[in-house]
Structure formats: C-alpha cells, structure tokens
C-alpha cells in the first residue's frame, strides 16, 4: 500500500533558500571550496553571554514543559523593549514565544486565513509567506513592485490588488530579499489604505535591527492610531543575535487572536525549548553591545558588495538599507552560454554559478522576482571577497 500525500501538502514547495544551502553542503561535502551567499543567517557565533544564560537555565532545572505559549518573563521583555524603543503598548497576554519567527508567521495566517481569502505580498518575496498561506487555503495574491522604486510596494499598486476577498497585507520591513525599507510617510500611506478597506497587516519585522546608514526603523503599529488592533507584529532572535539554531521568534497580536494561537500552539508544538527561551530572554536583556558590533560588520560588508555589483557592467541593485542580502538585476546575463551551457533563467545561471564557480545564491523566481539573483552578506569579508571575484569572472565569461 502506498500512501497518498494530501492534496494541500502536494502543492507544498520546498524551501529554496534552504534548498541552495543544501546543494552547497553537499558539493563542500565532496572536498570542494564553497562560498555559500545563499542562505541568510548570520555567520557569527551566538554572543558568550546568551550562550551562558542556556547553560545557567540547564543547571537550574528549566528542562521541563514551560507554558505552550512561552515563558512570562521572555513575554515581559518584548512586551518591555517594543514599548521602550517603539512606544508600543503590548501586554504580555498578546504575545506568543514559538519555534522561531517562520513558526510565528504559520501561527498568524493558519489563526486568520479562511480558505479563499486573499492575502496581498509584495514581490519581490520572501520564499516562505505563500506556500504557508496556501497551506491555510487562502490565495497569495502576489503584487510585482519595480526596482526604480527600490522594490516598495506603491499605494496605487496596493489599492490596484484589493478585491473584496482581500483580507491581509503582508508587509516585510527590512524585507528579504530585497533589503528595501520603508519610510514612516510610506508606512502610513500604506496603513490608511489597510483601515479603508479593512484588511489586517502581518508586518515581518525579524530584520528591525539590521538597518544601515543611520536610518530610524519605524515599526509598523507606530504609524497611525488604532493600528495595533488590526496588526500581527513578528520578530525573533534568529538574525538579531545570531541565533538561527535556537528557534525562537514569536509574534504580537490583539488579545483574541494571540489566545486563539496560544490554544493552538498548545496542541500543535507546546512550548518552544525551554532553555532557548533562557537564552532569548538574556539576548533581549542583556547588553546589546552585540548587536550594534554584528550591525556595524554588516554595513561594512554591504558597502563592499554593493561596491563589488556596481563595478559589474550590466548589473543593477538598488542599495540594501536593511537585512543581509543585495538582490541584483542579472537579466543582461540570460541567453548566454557559459562555459558551453546555455543559461536561459535566473535559475540556471544561480545553478551554473555555484556548479563552476562554487558560489551559492538564490535565484529571484524563488522570491518570485524572475531575472534576479539573492546574495546574502552574512558571510565574511573574505568569502565575499573571493565570491564577487569569481561572479566577476562568471560573467565576463572566464
Ligand atoms: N521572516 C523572514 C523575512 C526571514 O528572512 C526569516 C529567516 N528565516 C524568517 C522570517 C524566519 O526566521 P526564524 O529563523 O526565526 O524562523
Ligand atoms: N530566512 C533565511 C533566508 O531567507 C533563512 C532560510 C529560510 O528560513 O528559508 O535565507
């Protein structure tokens, strides 16, 4: 007898961001030299003191079940440091400790998505959101933005996607993969469109910290009064303080729905690890000295790549002002051979790339963005170094 997958899981994509890491395991498996820029996660170490706090929480016995929802005191601190750097009042009621920020996202659509319903992303995406919205039975309704306008969803382009089954806005700020922030004026304009029409807004903002050039993060609920009630607010430790392994992202939510999710992480996972939540509560408390040093090295490493990309006759990227990747235009690039093999799509030229240069990136089309390639810069200097060199030479064809 052979079991049959159902047929929402059927549809299901895998990761493809995910997936290009593992092809880059795999051929660094085989004893070759590989400069991995495909998956986005920190390549620090978690900071000594985060660590510490886990081993502490071990020796004193938290091993056990905590509340499925999280631990009252990691609760407290982000409830604490929304309102200390954002001003947002949030009780720890509303808030929901998971398995990491994707498992925040899955919790928010599968509490507020109706089959049928449409929820609007602005693409270029992140690979994650519309196979977990499929998975509820709502539509992604997929809203190209240009590169012109820094790839920022326009309010005339929002407006243009409403139907009467639109139900959510998906807005990822800093986004992945673009590395485009919004302004407060264009986060407003955005919010008064969302209350006209009546749409909630998930706003994924796993990247706050990680923005360059000075600039003032404005988190999304600040922008107009009221707008807490219609927003699910997702954020996590995984990029902030290097801590992708721990699995711990949580989201803010009116107090209805956060209860409703809580219920169903309660049947779903129970807790997130109890002693990552130690960890995580001694990142948000702790000194964030961390977090300004892995920022700064980050916005070095932007300059150098977005350096590296302009010096590239053909290449085009609007300038990364958050998160850790440059999203670059490589349509100059397709319909060329290279090194005999014909490239037609930004999906062969990322696989040619990484088969004879051993660089790994991730094709736009993953982020539904065709012609696009994604280069994470959470890697060091030198594996940037020796990466651009060698796309150099890729499409110079040598
Ligand atoms: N949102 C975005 C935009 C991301 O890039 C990621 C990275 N995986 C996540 C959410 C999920 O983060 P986590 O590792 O905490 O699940
Ligand atoms: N968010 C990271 C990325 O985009 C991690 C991989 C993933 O979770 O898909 O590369």
Not at 216 to 233: A, C, H, K, N
Not at 296 to 317: L, N
Request: charge should be negative; proline fraction near 5%; charged fraction near 20%.
């Amino acid at each position: 007898m052979s079991i049959e997958v159902s047929k929402i899981v059927q549809g299901v994509e895998p990761s493809a961001t995910l997936a290009m890491s593992a092809k880059a395991k795999e051929l660094k498996a085989q004893g070759e030299t590989v400069y991995n820029l495909s998956v986005g996660e920190p390549d620090f170490d978690t900071p000594k003191h985060i660590c510490d706090a886990a081993i502490e929480a071990m020796r004193a016995g938290h091993t056990r079940y905590t509340v499925a929802s999280g631990i009252p005191e990691l609760k407290a601190a982000v409830c604490a440091d929304y309102k200390n750097r954002f001003g947002l009042d949030y009780k720890p009621t509303q808030v929901v400790i998971s398995n990491g920020a994707k498992h925040s996202l899955h919790n928010a659509f599968f509490a507020t998505l109706n089959p049928g319903d449409e929820a609007i992303l602005p693409a270029p995406c992140w690979v994650s959101y519309a196979e977990l919205i499929k998975l509820c039975g709502a539509k992604p309704t997929i809203v190209q933005t240009r590169e012109e306008d820094s790839f920022k969803l326009t309010p005339e382009a929002f407006r243009a996607a409403i139907t009467p089954k639109t139900r959510m806005l998906l807005l990822c700020n800093p986004s992945n993969p673009t590395g485009s922030c919004y302004t407060c004026d264009e986060l407003l304009e955005l919010a008064k469109i969302a209350v006209e029409n009546d749409l909630f807004v998930v706003a994924d903002e796993i990247y706050e910290r990680l923005v360059y050039d000075g600039a003032q993060f404005t988190s999304f609920p600040t922008v107009l009064d009221g707008l807490q009630e219609r927003s699910i607010v997702v954020n996590g430790v995984s990029k902030t303080y290097a801590m992708t392994g721990w699995r711990i992202g949580w989201l803010m939510a009116p107090e209805n729905v956060a209860k409703k999710i809580s219920s169903l992480q309660s049947q779903e996972t129970s807790n997130p690890c109890s002693l990552s939540q130690y960890a995580a509560l001694a990142a948000l408390q702790g000194d964030q000295a961390c977090v300004a040093e892995m920022r700064a090295e980050f916005e070095k490493r932007r300059d150098y790549v977005m350096s590296r990309i302009a010096a590239i006759p053909g290449m085009s990227a609007p300038k990364t002002g958050g998160a850790f990747y440059v999203f670059f235009n490589i349509r100059n690039f397709l319909g060329k051979d290279y090194g005999g093999v014909r490239v037609e799509t930004d999906k062969d030229w990322c696989l040619e790339l990484l088969q004879q240069k051993k660089v790994a990136t991730v094709m736009g089309s993953a982020f539904s963005a065709p012609g696009y390639a994604r280069a994470s810069f959470a890697a060091s200097m030198e594996t940037l170094k020796t990466a651009f060199d060698r796309i150099e030479e890729f499409v110079a064809g040598k």
